[in-house]
């Protein structure tokens, strides 16, 4: 059982930038890593992943591309996700996740979920 919690949301103008951590209660080497947002009355949509420890594959949203930027601390079974040029359309609830070793886009792969961490960002 993975337990996490995000970190690191709050209210930013848009242009800001904000950091995101999501610390695990064991040890997710083995896992894949994932952040999803949410937004009032729209479905959970796919932000960016990175892959099991041992990889250093990323995969990121097409609206998030050149912006955002997924890592992980494996020492530290913490993954983040560095936002930078936020905009108001980056609005919403952020999740991570985790599943075992492979990183996908969708949400149902995901086994493991945070409580959410509220971003804001006012134009």
């Known amino acids: 059982q993975v337990q996490l919690v995000e970190s690191g949301g709050g209210l930013v103008q848009a242009g800001d930038s904000l950091r995101l951590s999501c610390a695990a209660s064991a040890r997710t080497f083995n896992y894949a890593l994932g952040w999803f947002r949410q937004a009032p009355g729209k479905e959970r949509e796919f932000v960016a992943a990175?892959?099991?420890?041992?990889?250093?594959?990323?995969l990121y949203a097409d609206s998030v591309k050149g912006r955002f930027t997924i890592s992980r601390d494996n020492a530290k079974n913490t993954v983040y996700l560095q936002m930078n040029s936020l905009k108001p359309e980056d609005t919403a609830t952020y999740y991570c996740?985790?599943?075992?070793?492979?990183?996908?886009?969708?949400?149902?792969?995901?086994?493991?979920w945070g409580q959410g961490t509220q971003v804001t960002v006012s134009s």
């Open positions: 996740a985790a599943q075992y070793f492979r990183m996908t886009y969708s949400y149902t792969d995901y086994n493991y």
């Open positions: 990175i892959n099991w420890g041992g990889s250093s594959n990323t």
